[in-house]
């Protein structure tokens, strides 16, 4: 059995929460927020989601193993949870807030690692690639601790910190929003030592009305740092003055221009770049403008903690494409899978990218919707839609309500296109007019699953 995080006694003494006690141990040993995925000896959270609701399943999780659940004092007699946990021989922590006691149990937690250096990563786009090259980087010298996957929001983030042990060194998190306020919110759990901003896009905008609000939801990261700490600010973003506004730290700035060891970059198409740094070339595996823009973002944090250049080189060229983007896929058709997500800015890069690659064989550029725009949808569709009707693909197939503005325009400007908010008839169009050999961009948000063509896209004999 796993050792205990910390005493039950000791979190609901420093929540300053109510403690119903009946179990025998006064330990828990990891944190569950999922009934399914309680372990022995667990803490479970019940929190409140809009479908579900978790104090529905604390009886569950007892069965499973949970020592204690931190519930509502709302809940209690709705879901009869005292006497379900004094049945059981289990704990309650009962408290107002559970998200809010979630938040603050990581935060309490973080705090018994002092010496843990701490650096929190945000951004528009590019935060998760950046942190798992900024990972891969320090992990050559340091024990490093990530959150895993996209575990990165007002719960992810919380259980990733429960994931931090005393050998570890260096923990690299990665925070992300969906709401106004989350940021703060969790950055507060984190207080990192190094805090970076990959860039400032329109990702989410129609939480926050402009870009200008996202630069204050952004900017939140660095709201926790004091001055022996550092915040790594983009300097080729047109927002970087409105970052680095009231920030109490070291600022520094990333970019191509921003390294003395930087001494070239040459891209090798789909193979990725070719980075020269501190009389080293480095073969960076991930293709693409926007990928060297984040393995420089985590050569500035590299460079913080720091570590080596034979480190930097080291775990540059260990890093591998992670899933839905900038994956090359080879076979009947050689498919550039960037579905993960989509937003303006990283959908013209990568329609940018494909078109800056030499190729011998046609080019056709998949592209789904960008959602998450709100009232911006329409007009930046438009505005997708002018990029595709002049770039270099021979045709572009459009998936989804949104991208119905791309195709008004791209009609009107007589560029060869085919739009369907079917997934079936996008196939069989595709099947009738796909070659081998052909380039195949897959662009979308992650709601749309562009992922699903790009197996059979790859097929020799094209089986759609």
């Avoid at 896009?201 to 204050?216: D, M, P, R, T, Y």
């Avoid at 899933?323 to 937003?343: H, M, P, Q, S, W």
Wanted: charged share 25%; net charge negative; hydrophobic share 40%.
């Amino acid at each position: 059995m796993s050792a205990d995080l910390m005493g039950i006694g000791e979190l609901s003494l420093s929540l300053g929460a109510r403690r119903i006690s009946a179990c025998a141990e006064d330990g828990f040993s990891s944190v569950a927020i999922d009934s399914r995925s309680v372990k022995e000896g667990a803490l479970f959270f019940a929190l409140c989601g809009s479908v579900c609701d978790g104090h529905a399943f604390v009886e569950s999780a007892f069965n499973k193993g949970a020592r204690a659940a931190v519930v509502s004092s709302s809940k209690i007699e709705s879901f009869n949870l005292i006497d379900i946990a004094q049945k059981m021989g289990k704990d309650l922590i009962i408290v107002e807030d559970t998200l809010k006691s979630l938040q603050d149990s990581a935060r309490i937690y973080l705090e018994k690692f002092p010496s843990l250096l701490k650096i929190g990563i945000t951004g528009s786009s590019g935060k998760t690639t950046t942190k798992e090259i900024t990972a891969a980087i320090i992990s050559c010298e340091k024990n490093t601790v990530m959150n895993k996957g996209n575990l990165n929001s007002e719960t992810g983030l919380p259980l990733s910190v429960f994931e931090v042990r005393a050998d570890h060194e260096a923990g690299v998190f990665e925070l992300g929003m969906n709401r106004p306020g989350e940021i703060s919110e969790i950055a507060c759990v984190l207080k990192p030592n190094i805090a970076l901003v990959t860039n400032i896009g329109s990702a989410h905008i129609e939480f926050f009305g402009s870009k200008s609000g996202i630069v204050n939801e952004k900017k939140s990261i660095y709201k926790f740092l004091n001055s022996n700490d550092t915040a790594l600010v983009p300097a080729d973003d047109e927002f970087k003055d409105e970052l680095i506004r009231g920030i109490n730290a070291n600022v520094k700035y990333f970019g191509l221009k921003c390294f003395e060891e930087l001494e070239g970059t040459r891209s090798l198409g789909l193979d990725g770049t070719e980075i020269t740094w501190a009389g080293e070339k480095i073969h960076f595996a991930l293709p693409g403008k926007h990928s060297l823009e984040d393995a420089l973002a985590a050569i500035a944090i590299a460079k913080e903690v720091p570590v080596s250049a034979a480190s930097i080189k080291k775990g540059l060229e260990s890093v591998k494409p992670l899933f839905g983007r900038l994956e090359i896929l080879k076979g009947y058709a050689t498919v550039i899978r960037d579905c993960y997500n989509a937003n303006p800015e990283s959908t013209a890069r990568a329609v940018e990218f494909c078109d800056s690659v030499e190729w011998q064989g046609r080019k056709i550029y998949v592209i789904a919707d960008m959602l998450e725009l709100g009232g911006k949808s329409q007009s930046e569709h438009k505005k997708l839609g002018e990029t595709l009707s002049f770039c270099k693909a021979q045709k572009v197939f459009l998936f989804g309500k949104e991208t119905g503005a791309c195709a008004d325009v791209i009609k009107q400007n007589e560029k060869s296109y085919f739009y369907s908010d079917n997934i079936d008839e996008l196939k069989n169009s595709l099947k009738e007019y796909l070659a081998q050999g052909d380039l195949v961009l897959l662009k979308g948000s992650r709601g749309c699953a562009l992922e699903r063509l790009s197996d059979t896209l790859t097929e020799a004999g094209n089986v759609l």
